[in-house]
């Protein structure tokens, strides 16, 4: 099993993001932490300024789910490279909602609603994103997870 190293992702006074880790970690002389650090810095900005773009498009008009699908599926997928070189970030639902700007439970909601809903396909476009946020939309026999 890969050991796993905390990052903390921060705000700096130049509106940057910035991955910091532990003392451990940055003593470890087989990896070069920086340039982890840095792909975090970059792969996570990118993560945000993404999830914004579908948060504007979802505000012009009656939310998607489908844009709600991808929100997650981005935010997964961040995660999974995250402990592909062996880190995980710390209050990960809490930075995130401060970081795109909603609460932490609609980031709980979001996540939930895609790992329940295994591909985009299964979303319907015409059931309102509240039914899907709130868990009142059936998975239909067959078509849950993979």
Partial sequence: MKEKSPIKIVISKEDRFK???????????????RQELSYVETDYTI???TIHRFLAISSKKKADPR???LIGEN??????????????LMQHNRTLARDIGISESSTKKIV???KRFSRI???NPAI???KYRDNKVPLIKGNGKD
């Fill in 19 to 33: 991955a910091t880790t532990s003392l451990d970690k940055i003593g470890d002389n087989s990896k070069n932490v």
């Fill in 47 to 49: 993560l945000i300024d």
């Fill in 67 to 69: 844009l709600f699908w």
């Fill in 75 to 88: 935010i997964i997928r961040f995660f999974e490279r995250l402990d592909e070189i062996g880190f995980y």
């Fill in 112 to 114: 939930s609603f895609r």
């Fill in 121 to 123: 396909s299964l979303i």
């Fill in 128 to 130: 309102n994103w509240a």
